[in-house]
């Protein structure tokens, strides 16, 4: 057998069908192979034309890649907005809500009392209630 060669039996190495360009076709290289790389004219036309097309193809795809975010920064900005001023109305009917518990109690009978600070604990539960859901929708998109 040969020393540093891989001998076998039954090796074939056939190309067939029609090839444009250069082909190389051996049993064994030893340095380099350096093909010609020139393409017709019509070849280099279409390479341009296609990479032409690739270029605007990926430049309206960033051009709506950065518009999309533009209007989600938009969004997002429009959204904490109105959040905060969910927070400042939510402060707002609490106090108008103590205000209505305190008021109450100035009140001359004792069902004008109740119902006044029945009404003014409802509203400062609820301020409660919509404060925390506007604190916490502020706090998850900060």
Known sequence: MGEGRDVTNNVSNGVSGHVNGPVVQAGSINGNVILPATPSPEEAELRARW??????????????????????QFQRQRFLRKARRGIYGSVVWI????????????SGGDSTRVTWASIGWFD???GFGLLAKHWLALRRYR
């Open 95 to 106: 106090l108008f809500g103590l205000f209505l518990v305190v008021g109450g109690h100035g």
């Open 51 to 72: 990479s032409a097309r690739t270029k605007r193809i990926l430049d309206a795809e960033d051009a709506e890649r950065a518009a999309r975010y533009a209007q989600s």
């Open 124 to 126: 400062v539960v609820i």
